[in-house]
């Protein structure tokens, strides 16, 4: 009788989970070990906007289903519409148990298109906030969308407990209708990939024309007014002049032009290297002595954990999002957001103390061991998911 009765239940068709995202970087960067495990239990779906790739990228995840449905990243009216006109009918055909979006646009049209259809349970995750920089009317504006945005969830995800308190502060969450897994972080890092080594940081710095004796800056991310790069480029422009042994290596697409404006701060161009993008951030990491993130807004900072995994001591700003990355002192230093001297001070420090360095150094890779593994944070969201089915 028993037997009959697991057989029936083992005959039931799973649930289903349907991701919404804007761009299908989003899941390269941070979803695929989250859709591996919860595929284990559910049926997966993903929604993104494929108008530049092929969904055969994502051939080796084990998705029930992959929908192109052009989700505009940019403003644009009549675009939106027919998006959202899209989403509510496939949501409504397929009757989904669960409808989760992340990045803005994707949670402003799948949120509401998943509302309009009857989707019960719509869960949406906070990554950072793009109107802490704006000013005046538009700021206003970003900052109606996220209520929007809050407005459709039935739940709200935040990856760290300091953006969740500036939400909170800014009447854009409550304290009952949101929640942060773990310590924080979309997807966490991988331990395995991120280790510390002598010979590969020795084999990079070759290839770049590192010279050992050379103490190296680094920073990983998109070039922009927003992440800092003013600051870092003065900074680093000053610490130059009395140290002549100091490298600035550059990571990241330059979205916003930048590389003119740091080659016009710093003097001796030579001592920067301005690399591009890289798909290997875990080898390139391996070159710096000290990683620097003086952002102004950070959802949380991934890169900046992923720098500490590799036992860099990190500078970053004491921004709201990124004060989980970082235990000031014992990982890390901060420095005043926009400050060039708060952050000169903080890079000259670790400049002329090599034993400070080593003991930020590993005491960051204990921390992101013991709070930021990625199957630690997967299973968050595999537990957060089953509890919401």
């Known amino acids: ?70 989700i505009p990243r940019e403003i644009n009216l009549l675009n939106d519409v027919k998006a959202l006109i899209s989403l509510r009918s496939y949501f409504k055909e397929m009757k989904f148990d669960i409808v989760h979006t992340v990045t803005p646009k994707a949670g402003l049209l799948g949120g509401f298109a998943s509302r309009l259809a009857g989707i019960k349970k719509r869960i949406h995750i906070f990554t ?37 308190q500036f ?5 854009i969450v409550k304290d009952a209708n949101s929640f942060v897994l773990g310590k924080g972080s979309i997807s966490g890092v991988d331990t395995n990939r991120f280790v510390p ?23 990983l991310g998109r070039m922009n007014l927003d992440k800092g790069i003013n600051e870092l480029a003065d900074s680093f422009n000053r610490l130059q002049k009395k140290h002549l042994n100091v490298r600035l290596l550059i990571v990241g697409r330059d979205e916003g032009n930048m590389i003119p404006v740091v080659k016009k701060k710093v003097e001796n161009n030579d001592s920067i290297i301005f690399y591009g993008e890289t798909p290997t951030p875990e080898r390139l990491l391996q070159a710096c002595d000290i990683f620097c993130l003086p952002s102004y807004r950070e959802g949380f900072g991934t890169s ?38 708060s952050l000169f001070l903080q890079m000259e420090t670790l ?21 930021f593994s990625s199957e630690m944070i997967t299973q968050k969201w595999l537990e957060f998911h089953k509890k919401n089915l």
């Open 351 to 371: 400049v002329n103390n090599l034993k400070l360095r080593e003991k930020l150094g590993k005491g960051g890779r204990k921390y992101v061991i013991d709070n």
């Open 167 to 171: 939400l909170i502060k800014n009447s």
């Open 304 to 341: 900046v954990i992923e720098a500490s995994l590799l036992e860099k001591p990190v500078i970053c700003s004491d921004t709201y999002g990124l004060m989980e990355t970082i235990i000031d002192n014992v990982t890390g230093l901060r420095h005043k957001v926009s400050s060039v001297e």
């Open 197 to 219: 080594n002598e010979s590969v940081k020795s084999e990079v710095r070759d290839e770049l024309g590192i010279q050992e004796s050379e103490v190296v800056f680094m920073f």
């Open 1 to 70: 009788m028993n037997n009959a009765k697991n057989e029936k239940v083992n005959l039931l068709p799973k649930k289903k989970i349907c991701f919404v995202v804007s761009s299908p970087k989003t899941v390269r960067a941070f979803l695929q070990n989250h859709i591996r495990a919860l595929a284990i239990y559910y049926d997966v779906y993903l929604v993104a906007n494929f108008e530049n790739e092929s969904p055969s990228i994502f051939n080796s995840l084990p998705l029930k289903e992959i929908k192109d449905i052009p």
């Open 128 to 164: 950072g906030q793009v109107w802490h920089t704006k000013t005046g009317l538009f700021k206003r504006m970003l900052m109606l969308l996220d209520r929007f945005i809050v407005w459709n969830a039935t739940d709200i995800l935040v990856d760290g407990e300091s953006q969740r």
